[in-house]
C-alpha cells in the first residue's frame, strides 16, 4: 500500500490548551487540568487523542522503557494500531536498514535526559522504510526523578511543502511539557536524574535542531562509553522475530 499523505502539524484548540495547562503546571506553579481522574498521564492522553501527529510517550520507570499511550497518528505514519503498540520499546520500529549511529544518539540523549533530534530509518508494520525524524521530550517531576519521555514521529517526505511542516512541527515540539509537579509525600521513590546538554544543543533553538537532525547524524557527547555494534545490537534478533511473527 502507499505511505500515507504528510499531514498537517496543526493542533486541535483542545490539545494546545491541555498542553499549555500541563507546562504551566509543572513549571509555573499553575493548575493541573482535571481530565479523568486527574492524573498527568490522563491529561496527557487525552491532548494526543485528536492528534494526527504520531506521539507516544513511555514510562522511563518501568524496565525495557515501554510505550504507555500513542496518538491515532501513530498508526497512520506506521500503520500500527494502538492495541499492538503499547507495552513495547519504540525500537520495534528499527530494522535491518536502520543507522547504528542514530540508534546511539537515542540512547546517549536518554541517558543524558536532554531533548532529542535524529533522522533514522524506520520500517512500517507492512515492511515499508520511512526515513523518521524523531523528537524526544524527556519529563522529569519535581524531585528530579525522569518519569517519561514523550517521543514524536515526523515521516520525512521530499516535498515542497518539507520546511513548512518542519516549522510546524517546531511548533508542536515547544508546547510539549518537560517537567510535572508531584506532592514529596506521595512521589514514587525513583533515581534522581541531572538533564545534560551537549555542547552542541546549548543555545539552539527547536527548529535550528531539527533542520541540523534533517542535514547530518549529530556527534555523541559520551562517545568513549560506546563499545562498538554490540551497543546497538541488543535488540537486532527481537526485531527479526518480530518482523516474521507481524509480515
Not at 86 to 106: D, H, K
Not at 177 to 195: C, I, Q
Amino acid at each position: 500500500p502507499p505511505a500515507p499523505e504528510p499531514v498537517s502539524c496543526a493542533l486541535p484548540a483542545r490539545s494546545q490548551e491541555l498542553l499549555a495547562a500541563l507546562r504551566s503546571a509543572g513549571e509555573a506553579g499553575g493548575q493541573m487540568p482535571v481530565v479523568g481522574s486527574g492524573t498527568w498521564l490522563e491529561a496527557f492522553t487525552a491532548a494526543i487523542e485528536p492528534l494526527q501527529v504520531a506521539v507516544v510517550i513511555t514510562d522511563m520507570k518501568i524496565s525495557g522503557v515501554l510505550i504507555t499511550a500513542c496518538s491515532p497518528g501513530f498508526e497512520r505514519v506506521t500503520g500500527y494500531p494502538k492495541s499492538e503498540t503499547v507495552g513495547r520499546n519504540c525500537r520495534f520500529l528499527q530494522g535491518p536498514r536502520t543507522e547504528p549511529a542514530s540508534v546511539a544518539i537515542i540512547q546517549d540523549t536518554l541517558r543524558r535526559g536532554a531533548d532529542c533530534f535524529v533522522k533514522i530509518t524506520n520500517y512500517r508494520k507492512n515492511g515499508e522504510v520511512f526515513q523518521n525524524l524523531l523528537s524526544m521530550r524527556p519529563v522529569h517531576d519535581s524531585n528530579n526523578v525522569y518519569r517519561m519521555c514523550i517521543g514524536v514521529q515526523f515521516a520525512v517526505e521530499s516535498t515542497p511543502q518539507l520546511k513548512r511542516r518542519v516549522k510546524k512541527l517546531a511548533l508542536l515540539l515547544q508546547l510539549l511539557p518537560s517537567r510535572v509537579e508531584v506532592v514529596h509525600g506521595l512521589a514514587k521513590a525513583g533515581p534522581l536524574h541531572a538533564k545534560r546538554e551537549a555542547s552542541h544543543e546549548i543555545g539552539k533553538s527547536v527548529e535550528e535542531q531539527l533542520q541540523s537532525a534533517l542535514e547530518r547524524t549529530a556527534p555523541v557527547m559520551d562517545a568513549a562509553d560506546m563499545v562498538g555494534r554490540e551497543r546497538y545490537a541488543d535488540h537486532h534478533q527481537e526485531m527479526l522475530d518480530d518482523l516474521r511473527s507481524n509480515p
